[in-house]
């Protein structure tokens, strides 16, 4: 066990002062009862995994600033959704086996929790938060650069939006191409908001908004491709 914890301490660059911010952070909810958590023990991730997000969106945005100096905003934004999406948590978490160091439930476990790129992924976002809460930003970020900066030096173009994501993957299931529908429009002549549906056969809907239609559409479209990945991971 100790070895194991070693290693995994080895791959996040970082000595913990307090070892039971890395344990919250590799705990799923399952392993945990609602009277522990009352009483603040043996608490789950999904605290760590909230602020996880937040730290990590902030290390990559000025990450991307950095590395592409000559970009706009919506082109730097394209590269920070494709840096910070679930799959690319997922990723980095099975590069550094966080799974096999992760708690569950035996149920869970036996399930194949450990191999879930969605509980992955709240992982590495809670790893990231203990990461901070014990050694500060500089920590965090530490560990981030080490396994985020190739990712980010390799977006030599803006990644694909929502929009033609969601449709390449319809017509990799063999389904039909997204359809779009304005639901309606609120607000004055000059400051429209449109709330846009994209519904997808035999995967569902959702809603998302935008000052215009295309950015309605590219947000319902994003929407969609998160519940496609929570389904994936659950």
Same mark, same amino acid.
């Given at each position: 066990?100790?070895?194991?914890? @070693?290693?995994?301490? @080895?791959?996040?660059?970082?000595? *913990?002062?307090?070892?039971?911010?890395?344990?919250?952070?590799?705990?799923?909810?399952?392993?945990?009862?609602?009277?522990?958590?009352?009483?603040?023990?043996?608490?789950?991730?999904?605290?760590?995994? *909230?602020?996880?997000?937040? %730290? =990590?969106?902030?290390?990559?945005?000025?990450?991307?600033?950095?590395?592409?100096?000559?970009?706009?905003?919506? &082109?730097?934004?394209?590269?920070?959704?494709? =840096?910070?999406?679930?799959?690319? =948590?997922? !990723?980095?978490?099975?590069?550094?086996?966080?799974?096999?160091?992760?708690?569950?439930? &035996?149920?869970?476990?036996?399930?194949?929790?450990?191999?879930?790129?969605? =509980?992955?992924?709240?992982?590495?976002?809670?790893?990231?938060?203990?990461?901070?809460? !014990?050694?500060?930003?500089?920590?965090?970020?530490?560990?981030?650069?080490?396994?985020?900066?190739?990712?980010?030096?390799?977006?030599?173009?803006?990644?694909?939006?929502?929009?033609? &994501?969601?449709?390449?993957?319809?017509?990799?299931?063999?389904?039909?191409?997204?359809?779009?529908?304005?639901? @309606?429009?609120?607000?004055?002549?000059?400051?429209? %908001? *449109?709330?846009?549906?994209?519904?997808?056969?035999? %995967?569902?809907?959702?809603?998302?908004?935008? @000052?215009?239609? &295309?950015?309605?559409?590219?947000?319902?479209?994003? %929407?969609?491709? !998160?519940?496609? !990945?929570?389904?994936?991971?659950?």
């Amino acid at each position: 066990m100790a070895a194991e914890r @070693s290693k995994l301490l @080895s791959a996040l660059g970082h000595s *913990f002062a307090n070892p039971e911010l890395l344990d919250e952070a590799l705990t799923h909810p399952s392993a945990t009862t609602r009277k522990s958590t009352r009483r603040g023990e043996g608490r789950d991730y999904d605290r760590l995994e *909230f602020l996880g997000d937040r %730290v =990590l969106g902030l290390v990559i945005a000025d990450l991307l600033l950095k590395t592409y100096p000559q970009a706009d905003a919506g &082109r730097l934004a394209r590269r920070y959704n494709e =840096l910070v999406r679930r799959e690319t =948590l997922a !990723d980095i978490a099975t590069r550094i086996d966080l799974g096999q160091h992760m708690r569950f439930a &035996r149920a869970e476990r036996d399930a194949g929790g450990g191999a879930k790129p969605a =509980l992955l992924a709240n992982a590495c976002e809670a790893v990231i938060a203990a990461l901070y809460l !014990d050694g500060g930003l500089d920590a965090a970020a530490a560990f981030i650069h080490r396994y985020w900066d190739a990712l980010a030096d390799g977006l030599t173009t803006a990644p694909k939006d929502a929009k033609t &994501r969601l449709q390449e993957w319809a017509h990799a299931i063999g389904a039909p191409p997204p359809v779009y529908a304005e639901v @309606s429009r609120d607000g004055p002549p000059h400051e429209p %908001v *449109f709330t846009i549906e994209v519904s997808l056969k035999g %995967v569902g809907t959702a809603q998302g908004h935008g @000052s215009a239609k &295309r950015t309605g559409e590219q947000a319902a479209a994003e %929407v969609l491709l !998160d519940i496609i !990945d929570q389904k994936d991971g659950a």
